[in-house]
């Protein structure tokens, strides 16, 4: 992807609002995905298929890492350690994912496409953060 199909998919040409409102949405999605899971570990665990401590677990652990990441991508100028700690942190999370599905885990077949989709989103999320990094540490040379 090009620094324009960036550009045009964030809706501006500054590569730090860019990188900020990257990390503005993937906040909001991992907060909401972990308020859910807090909320609604019970209903959510029979119908992925998986423990509902599990969802309690990773809820609580979702909903203060996208706090983490909401206050960065608050900050007017996020910095770039703490960004590419987020870029690695959802790259792992993809890897992982999966990784537990065949290793650890045994969901119903909403859980395990549930599993893939959000894999797939967070490393979307990776891919595009490191391009937006990329390209305000370009400007900056």
Do not use: C
């Not at 090009?2 to 990188?19: G, I």
């Not at 989709?117 to 967070?122: C, E, F, G, N, P």
């Amino acid at each position: 992807m090009s620094a324009t199909s960036l550009a045009a998919l964030a809706r501006t040409s500054d590569p730090q609002t860019v990188l900020r409102r990257l990390l503005a949405l993937d906040a909001v999605v991992t907060g909401a995905n972990g308020l859910a899971y807090l909320a609604f570990s019970g209903p959510l665990g029979r119908l992925l298929g998986v423990d509902s401590t599990l969802l309690l677990a990773l809820g609580a652990f979702l909903t203060v890492y996208a706090a983490a990441v909401g206050l960065l991508a608050s900050r007017a100028r996020p910095a770039a350690l703490p960004v590419r700690a987020v870029i690695e942190a959802n790259l792992a999370w993809s890897v992982l994912s999966p990784v537990a599905l065949v290793l650890w885990l045994s969901p119903a077949t909403a859980g395990a496409v549930w599993t893939v989709l959000q894999a797939l989103t967070v490393a979307g999320f990776a891919a595009l953060q490191h391009l937006a990094l990329k390209a305000r540490q370009d400007i900056r040379d």
